[in-house]
Nanobody, 121 residues
Framework: QVLLVESGGGSVQAGGSLSLSCAAS????????MAWYRQAPGKPRELVAD???????NYADSVKGRFAISRDNNLKTMYLQMNSLKPEDTAVYLC???????????????WGQGTQVTVSS
């Protein structure tokens, strides 16, 4: 069963904006730190930004000032607002949860299936 579902990817020209969402399954009760990672072809997966349950955030230097991560704990959803996009932001963006509780016990290191973001010059 898919526990995390990303949405909102797409294609945009450089300088444009996109918003991503990551929604957790109804099976999940509480969520720890949520994060966005990205992986471009031929490159290792990298952390884009994360946010803990208290709302503290952390960003990769490459996206500081352009991306904003947020979460709604009631909706069990995380967001990524991406502005001033660059071609080098092109990647599959993946949602991650470090730990969660669920109707089937504790869960660790959950991943979504990813959503493609393509930025053209």
């Amino acid at each position: 069963q898919v526990l995390l579902v990303e949405s909102g990817g797409g294609s945009v020209q450089a300088g444009g904006s996109l918003s991503l969402s990551c929604a957790a399954s109804a099976r999940i009760w509480t969520i720890g730190t949520m994060a966005w990672y990205r992986q471009a072809p031929g490159k290792p997966r990298e952390l884009v930004a994360d946010i803990n349950s208290g709302g503290d955030t952390n960003y990769a230097d490459s996206v500081k000032g352009r991306f904003a991560i947020s979460r709604d704990n009631n909706l069990k959803t995380m967001y990524l607002q991406m502005n001033s996009l660059k071609p080098e932001d092109t990647a599959v963006y993946l949602c991650n949860v470090d730990r969660a509780t669920s109707n089937r016990g504790p869960l660790l290191n959950l991943w979504g299936q990813g959503t493609q973001v393509t930025v053209s010059s």
